[in-house]
């Protein structure tokens, strides 16, 4: 992760499952691939997408998420 986030990441099977993002400076999250995006009190977070595509959310500093595989 770019940008002062810090990541910790479960696979199964060789594939990211789940992955939960600590925001160090509140600044907006790029990432690959369709998430779910929650925060700590379970809430759906709100994405875009940037002009290259990626899914993009923002974030507060000290803010938690967790990424989860869109069905």
Known sequence: AQG?????AACEG???THFTI???KGEDCLVHGDWTVTNANGGVVPQDKDEFGRNRFRTVTGGVYRLKKSN
């Open 4 to 8: 002062a986030f810090l990541v910790d």
């Open 14 to 16: 060789g594939k990211v």
């Open 22 to 24: 600590r925001s160090e």
